[in-house]
């Protein structure tokens, strides 16, 4: 298992980023707007662009985007959070038969 | 003389406040938790605790990667732990506080100090609720690492929460202090595994808890928190090395769809 909560150096701006989008309501909105222009204003790199505007939780995991700031980005941001809990657990228990 | 007269420990998702209406089964659960949450606060009333210092966890919130601090103590007038809506004023008992702060150091914890800070969800989740039938308390917010890696280990946390009992016990000052470990239980946030809960872990940590064998806690090891999800434990384990072995008590456990929810009590510990 890796280190689960490093933050990985080339991630250092998706993890500023989905951390202010955590705390501001504001930019928030904005990043609802108009997601590149937050990611301009943050310098995102190309692959931590990419990762953002996937979307998808697990590839951001297997890039090895840190989880808390997975967690801001889709439960948070995305209103993962208020779903229905089937839509938005991701790890499905495995059943015996 | 200031004592120590109880330990509380406490899961912070933020849904407990947040309240997020997902089902009526999930509903049910919160509703519990928020009830389990008030009646520490009711415990904490009526053995008039007068400071309440709460060891949690930021996740990246309060602090970001330009400083990371392993750990911290708040010892500012006041502050405020805030999550989307909901707000929870605090007031520092900054004698207590400024008296940890130099003890430990003395004591070889190098802890950091801030004097303006805000606190996020680990603070904010349960304190919402405590702090309604609490009475008047001031809190001493302690930041201890356990989601930024590297992190604290579990053996520091209990040596960390002895250090914290001999600190108040030497105050010079009349408090009756109540410690609060925030975080946990089984949980997997912003993972491929979130939705699983780690029962068995659980049930293990609890056993513990019930049985005053807390300090064995201590020894777990960082990758078995992170293998069952339960790396919070790091704030319990804390306010565990505080009260020591005294049999606790646990007011609720309910496996909810993301998190093994947990409410538990340690009375005595003086």
Known sequence: MRELFFPELRFYRLHKMARAIHLDADLRKKFWENPEAVMDEFGLTPEERELVRSKDPVKMFNAGVMPYAIFYLIWEAEGWIFLPPEKQTLYKEVSAS | ?270
């Open chain 2, 1 to 270: 003389m200031a004592k120590i007269v109880g330990a509380y420990m406490s899961s912070h998702a933020p849904q407990i406040i947040l309240q997020p209406r997902v089902s009526d089964e999930y509903v049910a659960q919160l509703a519990k938790v928020q009830s389990a949450l008030m009646s520490i606060g009711e415990r904490m009333r009526k053995k008039n605790v007068n400071t309440l210092i709460v060891f949690g966890s930021d996740h990246m919130e309060t602090f970001f990667l330009d400083n990371y601090p392993q750990m911290l103590l708040f010892i500012g007038e006041a502050s405020s732990a805030k999550f989307v809506d909901k707000e929870v004023a605090i007031q520092n008992d900054t004698e207590l506080a400024l008296h940890l702060l130099y003890n430990l150091l003395d004591q070889g914890f190098d802890v950091c100090f801030s004097q303006e800070m805000r606190l996020d969800h680990p603070f904010a989740s349960p304190l919402y609720w405590v702090l309604k039938t609490a009475g008047n308390v001031r809190v001493i917010p302690f930041h201890v690492n356990s989601n930024v890696s590297p992190r604290v280990s579990p053996k520091r946390c209990y040596q960390l929460g002895q250090a914290v009992r001999r600190a108040v016990e030497e105050f010079d000052g009349d408090r009756r202090v109540a410690v609060y470990g925030t975080g946990g239980l089984s949980h997997y946030p912003g993972t491929p595994l979130y939705g699983k809960v780690d029962v068995e872990a659980d049930q293990q940590i609890i056993r513990k808890i019930v049985e005053g064998r807390g300090s064995e806690l201590a020894n777990l090891t960082s990758r078995w928190l992170d293998e069952t999800g339960n790396f919070e434990l790091r704030t319990w384990i804390a306010a565990l090395g505080v009260v020591g072995d005294v049999p606790g008590e646990v007011l609720v456990y309910e496996r909810a769809y993301h998190i093994g929810y947990c409410v538990a009590a340690v009375d005595g510990g003086a």
